[in-house]
């Protein structure tokens, strides 16, 4: 039995949990559809606002235009918003591609699961989801974290790699970082926020762009010479 599925209306939310705009038709890129919750509300503590606390964000209509957004809601003024005045703020979360690969598989499996952890998180905080549901997710990043650089420690001593010292100190002090996050978090001393979202994507970035490639070139370097 086959069933015939149409689709009947698109619509996308460029500002997320406010009104959405019908579409007849949709580019899809990398990150879904185009305009589609690029944008969300903070306070001034980057704690995410959503409808799911505040319903009346539903009142406000987000246009697109050549140039960017314009905002506007019930007894309020319009608000311009251009994309030229964001690009140095604007940023993704986090998504890879292959120029993140190292070559060794295992520690590559290990990259994409922070990755995907620290993407669970932020869409977690997006959708509004309280301490209880954002902790599981940022302990399970800490524990993992923990995990991997226990596995890159292993590679190194076991290809005799240099500069182990300073690599390891490096994963020490992440690890007590993240540590000290969690607690202060689970304990209600400060919230994940953007700030934090913000500062463990770029750990990340430059543990896997910069500390993690040159680990690896050198742990390879080491193997061919022992292998010849």
């Given amino acids: 039995m086959t069933s015939n599925i149409q689709l009947s209306q698109i619509s996308v939310y460029p500002l997320k949990s406010t009104a959405g705009i019908q579409l007849s038709n949709s580019w899809v890129d990398e990150l879904g559809l185009s305009f589609d919750r690029r944008f969300v509300l903070t306070d001034d503590k980057y704690q995410f606002i959503t409808a799911r606390t505040e319903p ?15 905002l506007t809601a019930p007894d309020m003024p319009k608000l311009v918003i251009n994309y030229h005045q964001l690009t140095d703020l604007y940023q993704t979360v986090f998504v890879w591609d292959d120029n993140y690969r190292t070559g060794i598989d295992e520690i590559d499996r290990d990259h994409k699961v922070l990755v995907n952890l620290i993407n669970d998180l932020y869409e977690a905080m997006q959708d509004g989801s309280g301490g209880a549901l954002l902790m599981p997710i940022f302990s399970a990043l800490k524990h993992y ?35 000290d996050l969690e607690s202060r978090h689970r304990h209600g ?3 994940i926020s953007l700030q934090t979202l913000t500062f463990l994507r770029d750990w990340l970035k430059n543990h896997i762009c910069v500390v993690d490639q040159a680990m690896t070139a050198k742990i390879k370097k080491q193997t061919e010479r022992q292998d010849a």
């Fill in 56 to 70: 009346k964000l539903c009142l406000i209509q987000a246009n697109i235009t050549s140039t960017g957004l314009v």
């Fill in 189 to 191: 001393e400060a919230a």
């Fill in 145 to 179: 974290t923990e995990d991997h650089f226990a596995k890159e420690e292993r590679y190194m001593v076991e290809c005799e790699a240099p500069d182990q010292s300073k690599h390891f100190q490096e994963h020490k002090h992440m690890a007590e970082t993240l540590a």
